[in-house]
């Protein structure tokens, strides 16, 4: 599975990101102009660019749930609580 920043959303900062989310926390699907507002929010991106980009983080949300990421392989080393520390 390709990644948001490589399957055509162009390029977007962690500080665009981060205003996108905030973005659709105030704007949701019932708001009016939506895509235009976050966009707005967000700034430097079209409508059409912020809706494409909340449409590419639906369908990541969609493998992710039916198991199709897999799980990261995290190393080991030292302890935690139960004698492990993660790293």
């Given at each position: 599975m390709a990644s948001?920043?490589?399957?055509g959303s162009g390029n977007w900062t962690a500080?665009?990101?981060k205003a996108f989310e905030k973005a659709l926390a105030v704007h949701d699907k019932d708001t009016p102009d939506r895509w235009y507002n976050?966009?707005?929010a967000v700034g430097g991106k079209t409508a059409e660019e912020v809706k494409r980009h909340y449409e590419i983080l639906v369908q990541?949300?969609?493998h992710i749930e039916n198991g199709r990421v897999p799980y990261?392989?995290?190393r080991i080393s030292g302890g935690n609580s139960?004698?492990?520390k993660f790293i």
């Open positions: 948001m920043s490589s399957r500080k665009e990101n976050v966009a707005r990541d949300v969609k990261p392989n995290y139960q004698g492990k």
